[in-house]
Nanobody, 122 residues
C-alpha cells in the first residue's frame, strides 16, 4: 500500500508565500508523475502542477510564473513553492502520485493524499 502525506498548508496574506510538501511511502518501485491539484468550495478539483520522473513540469495557466513544482526522486517527495498568493488560490490542495509501481505488483495505480488547506486572506 502506498501512502501520501502532505504538509505545509496554512493561512497567508495576499502576496505571501507557502511551500507544500508531499512524501510518498510504501513498497514503491517507481512513480511516473507527481502532481498537485486543488479544490475550492463549490468547484471541481483542478490540476495545479505536475512533474514527471524526468522532472518535466506542467502548470495551470492561473499559477504559471507564481508556483514552482519540484521533486526529489530519492525521497519520493514532491514540493510546490507558491509565491505571490492570491485570494483565489484558496482551496484544499491534494497531492497525487500517478502510475505508481510497487515491488511485487505487475500493475500501476494512482494515489491521492488527504489534502491540506491553503487560505489566502488579509
Amino acid at each position: 500500500q502506498v501512502q501520501l502525506v502532505e504538509s505545509g498548508g496554512g493561512l497567508v496574506q495576499p502576496g505571501g508565500s507557502l511551500r507544500l510538501s508531499c512524501a510518498a511511502s510504501g513498497s514503491i518501485f517507481s512513480i511516473n508523475t507527481m502532481g498537485w491539484y486543488r479544490q475550492a468550495p463549490g468547484k471541481q478539483r483542478e490540476l495545479v502542477a505536475a512533474i514527471t520522473s524526468g522532472k518535466s513540469p506542467v502548470y495551470a495557466g492561473s499559477v504559471k510564473d507564481r508556483f514552482t513544482i519540484s521533486r526529489d526522486n530519492t525521497k519520493d517527495t514532491v514540493y510546490l513553492q507558491m509565491n505571490s498568493l492570491k485570494p483565489e488560490d484558496t482551496a484544499v490542495y491534494y497531492c497525487k502520485a500517478m502510475n505508481v509501481r510497487t515491488y511485487g505488483s505487475g500493475s500501476a495505480y494512482d494515489y491521492w493524499g488527504q489534502g491540506t488547506q491553503v487560505t489566502v486572506s488579509s
